[in-house]
């Protein structure tokens, strides 16, 4: 495993997962054409928004002995992100297929089964919290890819919780990864590390431990049980209605930024990126809610999973510019 630089100063943001190349379609894959290469992982997404936005990310993860791997380490290190990655010799970088079937359709295609991305482990994970990091990011894709990758998962929580860093846990649910019922299991009893859990509005119901619970309790009822279990700040991702954040004090909610959209992949990484960002700046619930959807209104009005993001000298540009016009 390897990390940048000696002995660099402890990062803001820690996050850890699989990093694929994603090969990106204009049109329906079955009728050929040209793909663009691109990196997708949910993680890397946010650790670069994090980066862009003028905080010390790193990312933690192994890849495959191939181009693809090569490819991914050059673009996160280009942007800033430092690395704490392995080189598997024998197994391959994921690889995903996104078709953009229609103007409002796109559709995955995984190739990641047994990749050197679900060999993380946590060995690898104690190296890069040995660093030092004031907020540790996990998602709930990451534990569905191997019982490794579970395991190091498991364990990230638990430490991250005991150290006293901040737990950011998106549940960020992936049906083709494993079903909701499998998805509960795990991700309830790791919610109770979480200082703050981000979820989209169908996802809640999956970081509490009763199934009863998926379906037929209104967000608030679900909020006010994840706070009871420790939990500082749920947040919660509503997509073009905006996003509400539920703590102790209440409900605080903000509007989606009115933008074109062009492509939602990553708008969810995308939030989260800009709300922890402004929760390092030391901003309050509202300022990140306001960063988070700034940040979520760039990734959708620009193609790519995170080539969109902003810097942060560029946030004003949504709040500034009014739609369609160029600023001079």
């Not at 379906?215 to 909020?223: I, K, L, N, R």
């Amino acid at each position: 495993m390897t990390a940048a630089g000696a002995n660099p100063p402890p990062v803001d943001l820690l996050t850890f997962g699989e990093s694929m190349v994603s090969l990106r379609s204009s049109g329906p894959l079955a009728s050929g054409g040209s793909l663009d290469m691109h990196v997708a992982g949910a993680e890397s997404n946010v650790a670069i928004g994090v980066s862009r936005l003028g905080h010390r990310a790193a990312w933690a993860g192994v890849v495959g002995a191939d181009p693809h791997g090569e490819f991914i380490l050059k673009r996160l290190r280009g942007e800033g992100v430092r690395l704490h990655h392995r080189v598997h010799p024998d197994r391959n970088t994921g690889v995903m297929f996104l078709e953009h079937r229609t103007a409002d359709v796109s559709r995955a295609f995984y190739y990641r089964a047994g990749s050197a991305g679900s060999t993380i482990s946590r060995d690898q994970v104690d190296e890069a919290l040995d660093a030092g990091a004031r907020v540790l990011h996990l998602t709930g894709i990451t534990p569905a890819l191997s019982p490794d990758a579970r395991q190091a998962m498991e364990h990230a929580a638990t430490r991250g919780a005991r150290e006293g860093l901040v737990v950011s846990l998106d549940v960020n649910y992936r049906s083709k990864l494993w079903t909701r019922d499998q998805a509960r299991a795990v991700l309830a009893p790791l919610a109770r590390h979480a200082t703050i859990l981000v979820a989209s509005d169908d996802e809640l119901d999956l970081a509490l431990p009763a199934p009863s619970a998926a379906g037929t309790t209104a967000e608030p009822d679900m909020a006010a049980q994840l706070l009871d279990l420790g939990i500082r700040e749920v947040v919660v991702k509503r997509g073009a209605a905006g996003a509400g954040v539920h703590t102790a004090g209440g409900l605080r909610e903000a509007a989606a930024v009115p933008v074109t959209a062009v492509d939602t992949v990553g708008a969810g990484d995308a939030f989260t990126a800009g709300y922890l960002s402004a929760l390092l700046d030391g901003g309050d619930v509202a300022a990140r809610l306001r960063q988070g959807t700034l940040a979520g209104a760039f990734a959708v009005s620009t193609a790519g999973d995170w080539e969109g993001l902003p810097h942060a000298s560029e946030l004003a540009l949504l709040e500034a510019t009014a739609g369609g016009a160029t600023q001079r």
